[in-house]
């Protein structure tokens, strides 16, 4: 993986490389996948968890506790309960979003896939996922993973990131772009 300038960025490729070594011997990659997606899931629900991962306010004490009552009643165990903790514990919760997405990349490195973040003014339909799946894996000449998420201030069109390469269609640069030129013009 390429090194990043960021030192959030750093810390979270570390972290992130590590529970990928310990998914692999325990041949839980997938598990640890699914367990990470369903505290993203929380995380990006509630304001408060937010808060609470990234406010130096809270005592590391106070937020392995919180965390630890969190990850329980979420049923989330194993690798991914017990990483929580720690990260916690060294006060480094506010990288867990670089976290999960650098354990996504890694994992899709591994199994030989590309990865595309995708940005959608509206959900997309399968048959519309499928379709730009099967654009991106032939541009990307390997199968594609893609992570949707989705901005209605987008108004229309997306946002694909794959790699270092973006691709913006969305509706929302297409206008600040026209009031760019119009400026210049007047």
Do not use: C
């Amino acid at each position: 993986m390429a090194q990043s300038s960021s030192p959030i960025s750093a810390v979270a490729e570390r972290y992130a490389s590590s529970l990928f070594e310990l998914a692999l011997q325990e041949n839980s990659v997938a598990q640890v996948e699914a367990d990470l997606s369903d505290f993203e899931a929380m995380l990006n629900g509630s304001a408060d968890l937010a808060r609470l991962i990234n406010s130096p306010v809270f005592s590391s004490d106070d937020q392995a506790k919180a965390i630890g009552a969190i990850i329980s009643r979420a049923n989330i165990t194993g690798l991914v309960g017990n990483f929580l903790r720690v990260v916690a514990r060294n006060r480094r919760l506010f990288a867990v979003p670089g976290m999960i997405k650098a354990f996504r990349q890694i994992a899709a490195d591994h199994r030989g896939e590309a990865s595309a973040e995708v940005t959608s003014a509206h959900a997309l339909t399968d048959a519309q996922q499928a379709e730009l799946k099967a654009t991106l894996t032939g541009i990307a000449g390997k199968d594609v993973t893609i992570v949707m998420t989705v901005d209605p201030s987008l108004l229309g069109g997306l946002i694909v990131k794959m790699g270092s390469r973006q691709i913006d269609t969305s509706l929302k640069t297409k206008l600040n772009s026209l009031k760019l030129a119009l400026k210049e013009v007047g």
